[in-house]
């Protein structure tokens, strides 16, 4: 089974502060992909990274993909209150036609 | 106009009744998909069609029957409303189907809002 384990769970910091959240998994993925999803919204897509040891960067956030393509980090610099969210790291499943998610890390970011 | 349509958002409803979530995309995608997302945000993939047939049945009891008439329409009807079916739905569409998107990396799921789902 394809999981997909994200740290932490919970994240309250001030604005202002950087942050990284982390998805690991002990299989290898093709792709992995971040998404956030707001309160009464679904998730959007943010990012998604292919190559291994690939960053890409996408104003304040930062996201890289690990050398053995098993686990994926997200970096966020001066974290404002509208990164408020949770984070979603995703690959594709075992059956290969869908996503499997992570469970997310809940960001609140006060001002 | 919103990409990936669902109705309703709020559905409050007793045990044992059954019930029914549209989803509408206008994207053009040929991939649809139900995910469920529990109290703990946990989003898990529960059926996924591709040019109306079904590609992926999780392990979903029975109770829940996606259908999808066409392409750009993928319902949910769930009989027997259980406790434990409260969550909140998600549909979702993607332009490539199958295993193509695993090879490209460049699938991106569009998700509708969301239908929550109070089962009293």
């Known amino acids: 089974t394809q999981l997909l384990e994200q740290s932490p769970q919970f994240l309250s910091i001030q604005e202002g502060e950087n942050l990284t959240v982390y998805c690991n998994s002990s299989s290898v993925f093709s792709s992995l992909q971040w998404y956030r999803q707001e309160p009464g919204e679904g998730p959007v897509l943010l990012v998604t990274?292919?190559?291994?040891?690939e960053v890409k960067k996408l104003k304040r956030l930062t996201f890289q993909f690990g050398d053995a393509r098993k686990d994926s980090s997200l970096h966020i610099t001066a974290a404002q209150p509208g990164d408020t969210g949770l984070y979603l790291c995703?690959?594709?499943?075992?059956?290969?036609?869908?996503?499997?998610f992570g469970k997310g890390t809940s960001l609140l970011v006060t001002p | 106009d919103t990409a990936v349509s669902q109705t309703p958002k709020y559905l409050v409803t007793q045990m044992g009744n059954d019930k029914s979530i549209k989803c509408e995309q206008n994207?053009?995608?040929?991939?649809m998909y139900w995910y469920k997302q529990d109290s703990k945000k946990f989003l898990k993939i529960m059926f996924s069609?591709?040019?109306?047939?079904?590609?992926i049945n999780e392990t979903v009891p029975n109770r829940f029957s996606p259908k999808s008439p066409d392409k750009a329409h993928l319902n949910l009807h769930i009989n027997s409303l259980e406790l434990g079916d409260s969550a909140v739905y998600f549909c979702?569409?993607?332009?490539?189907?199958?295993?193509?998107?695993?090879?490209?990396?460049?699938?991106?799921?569009?998700f509708g809002a969301g239908s929550r789902l109070t089962v009293l």
């Open positions: 979702a569409s993607s332009q490539e189907s199958l295993g193509d998107w695993i090879r490209s990396g460049a699938n991106v799921l569009t």
């Open positions: 994207l053009g995608h040929d991939t």
């Open positions: 990274v292919v190559t291994g040891g």
């Open positions: 069609y591709n040019n109306k047939e079904l590609i």
């Open positions: 995703a690959g594709e499943g075992n059956s290969g036609y869908a996503l499997n």
